[in-house]
């Protein structure tokens, strides 16, 4: 593997625009980026290192590209510096490789606010990040989409080849079967539980949403309704938008503040990241520093609650299935058994183990539409590893690996789907109540 020893070459230059650089996110987490001892143990965690053989484009090229920033070395607005951070996952594979415990989700972050500022993103991820910030526009955007979905359309049109039909069979792998008709039994109430209902998990998902309710249910979580509350902001602060991922912060924490709710359950793996991390996201807010942390502690990923739970066991589903883990909740929420829990109450599931599971599949938000090369590349190496197990299903419980996964299973055309774990243990419990 070819590697390149020094990120960059500017390192030198008399002049730099970012002399003040001081005021920068970047530079107020300079204290992250010192803790990188550039052993490198990282390099093999990271997919986009291991599919471009870029040191640049590995953590710890990044880091020293980001400490070049802060020490005036090389020009924030340098185009390289662009180029290699956005080709960045953000999956943070790279933390759990870590022995120094680099943060280098927050410092990411902190990159790229600091460049957005300097230099706009790209029109197609600020037209994305404006949709997701506007409830009602973004119900339109997934009215056209489920239009396009159960008429057909998209279908036909993820034949177009590469980029260009890639987004369509994203949106024809949502594509369900009638939801199981069943209603769970009255259990002991262990909790009361507001569910986030997501962007893209409400719009396309639907059915995920009320068998996340469902089984929810089953394992005795009472339900509460949450209005008013909103996209959870990961996509915008891993672009880079950080006062708009402030601004959705704070009206999701009024919101599940008046649920009244013990706890706040999401069954997406990116949001329930990014609510944990509310607390951080609000530290420099007095007015709402606390109130933010208080709402990061109630947050659970659905499967941390069912597990907590038991769960219940349900009917056999006699099927071979692979699991793979979605990065934000192995790597940033460092859960890995939840899930499997999950799947493990359903008898007679036959689970194929899936080599490098751990892995990003190349979705990482709206990444797979902004540079789809680099995406595709991940996806590849994924869908290998998928194609080894031969098995018909992919559990994982995140909508952007749901849809990246389940696009190339589609493009591939073997039949095979990807699905949520929740989805797989509603349908064994209708069965048991059948
Ligand atoms: S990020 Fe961590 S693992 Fe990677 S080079 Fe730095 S210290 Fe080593
Ligand atoms: S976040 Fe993922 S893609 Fe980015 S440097 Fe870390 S391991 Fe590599």
């Known amino acids: ?231 959870c902001g990961a996509l915008h602060i891993h672009a880079g938008d950080a006062a708009t991922a402030r601004e959705l912060a704070r009206a999701n924490i009024a919101a599940f503040e008046a649920s009244g709710a013990t706890f706040v359950a999401t069954n997406s793996a990116g949001c329930g990241a990014m609510m944990k991390e509310y607390g951080q996201l609000l530290a420099s807010e007095p007015a709402w520093r606390d109130r933010a942390r208080a709402f990061s502690t109630k947050v659970r990923d659905a499967s941390e609650l069912l597990a907590e739970a038991g769960p219940v066991i349900g009917a056999p589903l006699p099927r071979r299935i692979t699991y793979d883990a979605p990065c934000h909740l192995e790597h940033a929420q460092k859960l890995s058994a939840p899930p499997l829990q999950v799947l493990a109450a359903i008898p007679s599931l036959e689970h194929v183990p899936l080599d490098d599971r751990e892995q990003c599949c190349g979705s990482a938000g709206i990444f797979n539409l902004i540079e789809p090369d680099v995406s595709e590349r991940v996806l590849a190496a994924k869908m290998r590893c998928i194609s080894a197990t031969n098995a018909p299903v992919v559990a994982t419980g995140n909508p952007g690996c749901l849809m990246q996964i389940g696009a190339g299973l589609w493009r591939e055309g073997r039949g095979a789907v990807a699905r949520h774990p929740i989805e797989l243990l509603d349908e064994s419990y209708a069965k048991r109540e059948g």
């Open 1 to 231: 593997m070819s590697t390149v020893a020094t990120p960059l070459s500017h390192a030198g230059a008399s002049e730099h625009p970012c002399a003040a650089a001081g005021a920068t996110p970047l530079e107020r987490a300079r204290v992250g980026l010192d803790s990188c001892v550039h052993c490198g143990f990282c390099l093999q965690a990271c997919p986009t290192y291991l599919s471009l053989e870029d040191e640049n484009d590995s953590p710890r090229g990044r880091l020293v590209l980001m400490r070049a920033v802060v020490d005036g070395r090389v020009a924030l607005d340098d185009p390289d510096v662009a180029t290699h951070l956005s080709r960045c996952l953000g999956c943070r594979g790279c933390e759990s490789a870590c022995p120094s415990g680099v943060p280098y989700g927050h410092l990411l972050e902190a990159a790229r606010e600091t460049l957005a500022a300097k230099k706009p993103l790209p029109l197609l991820a600020r037209a994305i990040l404006w949709v997701f910030a506007r409830p009602g526009v973004l119900r339109v955007a997934l009215w056209f989409g489920r239009m396009a979905r159960d008429t057909g359309i998209a279908g036909e049109l993820a034949r177009l080849p590469g980029a260009l039909g890639f987004p369509f069979a994203m949106l024809a792998s949502t594509a369900r079967a009638a939801a199981p008709d069943w209603t769970p039994r009255a259990a002991r109430t262990r909790a009361t539980v507001a569910t986030l209902d997501g962007c893209v998990m409400e719009g396309l998902f639907t059915g995920v949403n009320r068998a996340t309710e469902r089984v929810l249910a089953a394992n005795g979580y009472s339900l509460c309704a949450a209005p008013g509350q909103q996209c």
